[in-house]
């Protein structure tokens, strides 16, 4: 298959080598599985580690004395409450409240931010955020190709990467980060992940890519029976799903707004003015017409997304995320309906190609690690 | 590489068929389970359905997408792979055995004749890109 077109990744080459079968990924010429299999890949990560490849993913770094204060203003939650070290999820709102992306605000210092965003809104994010900076001192760079980022998940990925840094990696907490080495390469080690497990998400230098891949597999035992896999992009999907974390694109978008989503955790509206901020405001004193919930197939039949629902039926909403659940062995889904049927316990039906299978609104996340 | 057994008979939409007297055998490639990938759910028709050649005649599910499959000939049902219900991962171990899928009674033998040999299956496949 010869898509030049397509952007790569520094790790292009190495999953090829390692028979990934590549895809079309929003332009992105990216691994949707590995030869053991989006099932094998998935619960592999539940149970052990799960390598992934998400350099695609943007950076944005921001520097100077207002950083805080101009990234407060675009973004919903409160980069104040930020100290050096830590990271935030966040959204990039639009003045009607619904998202632009959802990102991550990294502060290293007080002047000092990085933002991380998804790669196929990367481009729309620069614009609006540079088109966004009104009198505020902050230097803004694009630094997305620069980076490579490598996420390690699963309950054994503490024990994998330590034997690759003097890191404390015990110490760091969750959605907590520190500069140091991994195999003597530069890194930034966040304690961070899409998979509702334990893990972490190393940044280094675009040009050690490669190098900390093979290490990282290499500590985990990949090619043992056991061992860490790396795991294509149909993995990361089924894995978030499963811990009901929202994806751009299907679960929320310009359309969609926070309250909506259920991520009004990360709008903080009495952080001072943000964009966005009235209209949120007004739809949390109001109430929203209709809300996101997490549903299970309760007859055979997978939904998928853009499905309709049907509540009585009638069409009242639609499936923006459906797939079986390989470690829950269930199908599930997320979808919008009317806030009165956005109950658990609800009955509802999926349009599975004209077939009405019947669902139950279930409480998120469908799957829930256990804590030690 | 994948599997193209010489002895079957191929259809553009990656399905395979084995002539067995006036019935034949029919099941998806071996191509066609590694492009799909875990293969969780599969819709089978019932025994005694009548379909034309090129009729939708069920879907495979993977974790990732849905597929169609499609009815190489014309013919009537009489027995289907009920054991692909509990055990769906047989399209991807098996394709051409244990993952087969339906049998169906011909219409007319001669439209066989109009599928692909093993040779055509494979160079068609590798010049199509998954």
Redesign the interface.
Known sequence: ?DTPQLKQTPLNQAHRRMGA?M?DFGGWDMP??YPA????E?LRTRTHAGLFDVSHMGEIDVRGPDSIAFVNRITSNDVTKLVDGQAQYSALTTPEGTVIDDLLVYRFAQDRLLLVVNASTTPKDWDWITSHKAGESVELKNVSADYCQLALQGPGALGILQTLTDLPLSEIKYYHFREGSVDGVPSIVSRTGYTGEDGFEVYAAADKAEQLWDRILEAGRHGETDGALPCGL?AR??LRLESAMALYGNDIDDTTTLYEANLGWICKLNKGDFIGREALARQKEEGVKRRLVGFETTE???A?DHQDVLINGERLGQVTSG??A?YLKKNIGLAYVPVEFAKEGQEIQIDV?GRAVGAQIVPTPFYKRKKE | MANVPEDLQYSKDHEWLRVEGDVAVIGITDYAQN?L??V??VELPKSGEKFEAHESFG?V????A?SEIFTPISGEVVQVNESLADEPEKV?TDPYGAGWMIRMRMNNPGEVDSLLSAVEYEEFTSGE??
Not at chain 1, 37 to 40: M, N, R, S, Y
Not at chain 2, 61 to 64: D, G, P, R, Y
């Open positions: 298959m079968r895809v949707v599985q299999g989006t099932i094998e998935h149909a999907n089924t055979r039949g997978i998928r797939s079986p390989p190609r | 492009s990938g875990d969780v759910y879907s599910e993977s974790v990732k849905v991807n890109t998954e």
